[in-house]
């Protein structure tokens, strides 16, 4: 079984639909039960909107304890806020997280431009290439520089580079792309990715970290 976190954020229906086309058969649930996410035998962290909101429902669900025991053992998959949260701190209502890795979440600047001087809006919403920063086994079959889809106004910056698996540009380089033991988070949306995210999503399906 693959649960989905149901915590009341998050664009559940795509993930769930994506995430059934390519289960092989698996069970896909979508859950706010922590009983339902600790026998699943992989877990899904999909999230939108805003970092206070984002923890404070997790808290009102009563998920906090049943995320860090998913992240901690077995196969997990971060989206979005799914991503961002996991880190310690997000400068987006001055959150503390949950804390299962080491950085903080910053806003980008107020006035980007990329190089020929033309204004960036924020939030980065849109197709984006994404490098490979290190090999992992959710980037197979996924060309380096593949485009996947982005809708954020916050990026992770990690204390352990070590951790990151890729990067995007909005106009300079950020983190879009975690990896660390069973967990692998994303900024971009997968389920929202046409081809290259179905095959992140059929990836990390078979994933046996």
């Given at each position: ?26 069970t896909v649930v979508v859950s706010s039960d922590p009983a339902v996410l ?71 600047a107020p006035a980007l431009h990329d190089a020929a001087g033309a204004r ?84 990390f399906v078979t994933w046996q970290p």
């Amino acid at each position: 079984m693959i649960a989905v976190v149901d915590y009341g954020m998050g664009n559940l229906h795509s993930v769930a639909k994506a995430l059934e086309h390519v289960a092989d058969g698996q069970t896909v649930v979508v859950s706010s039960d922590p009983a339902v996410l600790a026998q699943a035998q992989r877990v899904v962290f999909p999230g939108q909107g805003a970092a206070p909101d984002c923890m404070r429902a997790i808290d009102a669900h009563g998920l906090r304890k049943a995320i860090q025991a998913a992240a901690e053992t077995k196969p997990f998959l971060g989206i979005c806020m799914g991503l961002q949260v996991l880190f310690a701190h997000s400068a987006e209502g001055n959150t503390a997280c949950l804390g299962l890795f080491d950085g903080v979440v910053q806003r980008f600047a107020p006035a980007l431009h990329d190089a020929a001087g033309a204004r960036l809006k924020v939030p980065h919403m849109g197709w984006n290439n994404v490098r490979q920063t290190a090999a992992h086994a959710l980037w197979e079959g996924i060309p380096d520089g593949e485009r996947f889809y982005f809708v954020h106004s916050y990026f992770v910056v990690p204390q352990d580079r070590s951790i990151v698996a890729g990067e995007s540009d909005y106009p300079t380089p950020f983190t879009c792309a975690v990896a660390r033991d069973n967990r692998f988070a994303v900024q971009f949306h997968p389920e929202k990715s046409a081809a290259a995210g179905l095959r992140l999503l059929q990836n990390f399906v078979t994933w046996q970290p």
